[in-house]
């Protein structure tokens, strides 16, 4: 069903750009402003200017972040900082992280993947997006012709033979990039250019279907651009990382929410709660003992009949935690939205949205699309923190949505609620740039 290509990639001349590290940056939506800013310190030739460049005042329709992109990119094209592949390649992408106490190693490869409606079923989505960060994106799209950062993709392989192959042709060759970044994560990467490995891989493919991780605003953006270019065959591909489910490496970690304004104080919402959830107070007062409460919530869902009752956090401030347990798995029929999957209803995402945020705190889906009323953090303890400094008023703490739950949704043809999944660690932006 998928197909695949490999691409001529640019990417950066170290001699004349100058170390790796420099110039690479993470996806642009984790990106803020004081880490913008650090990006352009960096180097003067660093991807954040092609990527996610600076808006300034006086910016118009002929000077903007989306211009000077494109000025830049064809900058260093001429000036030899950025340089295409002599022949069309595919790339092996490794990252070691930590997670806890351990040290894992994400295995992919990054390739150009025919773009497919979702309706198709060959190319799936998980998530919701937003309009506005597609708008950009395309403006982006539109002033460069290239894809600066990969979208994330995953195919299911449980014999791992794509892995197999790649990792087998390559053992014993050193890669052409290899650095730790500043979160002391690495990554390699690999340049192959053997076309009978190209050709095997892109068979094997042909059987996959690829579910979209992360980058579901950039694969929509990219459709669209096809779409209004029907005469460019390259608008039809998009450049992806594609990693296996089955690989060891693979993390979901979660997305806390952090809610700005509630209608209820304290007392009233575990009152309200109490309908739905056994609310129980946790035994943790220190902000250092946050991962402590995780833990502790990790630790209720895996319990005997609980194993799939839905439970999550309460931080209200002074120190306050609550476990959220669903009273019963019968509220998922009568009270979660009809129309829905048994998957989508049972995800904890989708139980806080319609049972708390919606229900009780009446935050509506158009309320969170906005942005104004929840923001969210990867972080506990930025999220106790964020409640105890009053820039939100409560915290609600989740457990990682898991690999199972993603796909189960996914096939069904249906989104989870935005902000999902974080996939760990973000793919780095700036190793290979596909250019049309």
């Known amino acids: 069903m998928a197909t695949i290509i490999p691409l001529k990639g640019l990417r950066y001349d170290e001699d004349k750009a100058g170390d790796i590290k420099d110039l690479v940056t993470p996806p642009y ?36 972040r989306y211009t000077r992109a494109a000025d830049f990119f064809r900058r260093w094209q001429a000036e030899g900082v950025l340089r295409q592949e002599d022949e069309p390649a595919l790339y092996l992408y490794q990252q070691q992280f930590n997670v806890g106490d351990q040290t894992l190693v994400r295995s992919g490869f990054i390739c150009c993947v025919k773009l497919e409606p979702y309706e198709n079923g060959v190319v799936l989505p998980h998530e919701e997006t937003m309009p506005k960060h597609k708008a950009d994106r395309l403006a982006l799209m539109q002033a460069c012709r290239a894809n600066f950062s990969p979208i994330f993709g995953l195919f299911s392989d449980p014999a791992r033979k794509i892995d197999d192959l790649l990792l087998r042709a390559f053992r014993d060759l050193p890669p052409a990039i290899d650095f730790t970044d500043e979160q002391g994560n690495g990554h390699r990467l690999w340049v192959i250019k053997d076309t009978a490995v190209q050709r095997e891989v892109q068979r094997l493919m042909e059987a996959q279907r690829i579910l979209i991780a992360d980058g579901h605003h950039r694969y929509e953006t990219a459709l669209k651009y096809a779409r209004e270019n029907p005469d ?21 970690l979660p997305t806390h929410r952090l809610v700005l ?10 009152a309200a709660l109490r309908e739905d959830f056994i609310v129980e107070k946790l035994p943790y007062s220190e902000v250092s003992r946050v991962t402590e409460v995780m833990f502790n919530l990790a630790g209720i869902k895996g319990k005997g009949n609980t194993a799939h009752r839905q439970v999550f956090g309460l931080y209200t401030g002074k120190g306050e935690f609550f476990s959220l347990l669903l009273k019963d798995e019968s509220l998922l029929d009568s009270k979660m939205p009809a129309g ?22 009446g935050i509506n889906r158009e309320a969170l699309a906005g942005g104004e009323a929840v923001k969210y953090t990867r972080d506990e303890k930025e999220a106790v923190l964020a409640v105890d400094e009053g820039r939100c008023n ?22 989870m609620p935005q902000k999902s999944t974080f996939f760990y660690p973000k793919l780095i932006t700036g190793l290979v740039i596909n250019k049309f």
């Open 29 to 64: 939506d984790v990106i803020d402003a004081a880490a913008q800013e650090a990006y352009y310190r960096r180097s003067p030739y660093n991807i954040i200017r092609l990527e996610y460049g600076k808006k300034f005042p006086a910016d118009n329709d002929t000077d903007n």
């Open 340 to 361: 829905r999957s048994k998957a989508w209803r049972s995800l904890d995402v989708s139980v806080l949205q319609n049972l708390i945020l919606e229900n009780i705190l």
């Open 261 to 270: 304004n509630g209608a209820l104080d304290g007392l009233e919402l575990l």
């Open 232 to 252: 460019k065959p390259a608008a039809a591909y998009v450049m992806m990382t594609l990693v296996n489910l089955y690989d060891p490496g693979l993390v979901i």
């Open 394 to 415: 409560m915290a609600f703490l989740m457990n990682p949505t898991l690999i199972a739950e993603v796909t189960e949704v996914a096939a069904k043809g249906e989104k």
